[in-house]
Nanobody, 126 residues
Framework: QVQLVESGGGLVQAGDSLRLSCAASGRTFSIVTIGTMGWFRQAPGKEREFVAAISWRSGDSTYYADSVKGRFTISKDNAKKLVYLKMNMLQPEDAAVYYC???????????????WGQGTQVTVSS
């Protein structure tokens, strides 16, 4: 099994920054099993949407949703099994529950997660 635990969410003001972390664990979580890690978000009344992805198995290629490109940065630490999402210039429309996701595939531009975290709430006041 694979467990993903997010942290770092909270309440910030518009224009502020926040960094989310995702800790991966589990007997089957390994460099062989997981190809891509990423972040999704879901705002109230809206569908869950892709935010950012990073290659996990090899290299460090990244891919972002247009709405966050230039403001958000995804990074990783393979040795510590951690994935980060640094969010700058947060806006009220960024408010959502943010979910960490793991995909066995390698297509960072089209993640189809096999595993999900429980989510962490990000609230942005105007």
């Amino acid at each position: 099994q694979v467990q993903l635990v997010e942290s770092g969410g909270g309440l910030v003001q518009a224009g502020d920054s926040l960094r989310l972390s995702c800790a991966a664990s589990g007997r089957t979580f390994s460099i062989v099993t997981i190809g891509t890690m990423g972040w999704f978000r879901q705002a109230p009344g809206k569908e869950r949407e892709f935010v950012a992805a990073i290659s996990w198995r090899s290299g460090d290629s990244t891919y972002y949703a247009d709405s966050v490109k230039g403001r958000f940065t995804i990074s990783k630490d393979n040795a510590k099994k951690l994935v980060y999402l640094k969010m700058n210039m947060l806006q009220p429309e960024d408010a959502a529950v943010y979910y960490c996701a793991a995909d066995r595939g390698n297509n960072i531009a089209a993640m189809t997660p096999d595993y999900w975290g429980q989510g962490t709430q990000v609230t942005v006041s105007s």
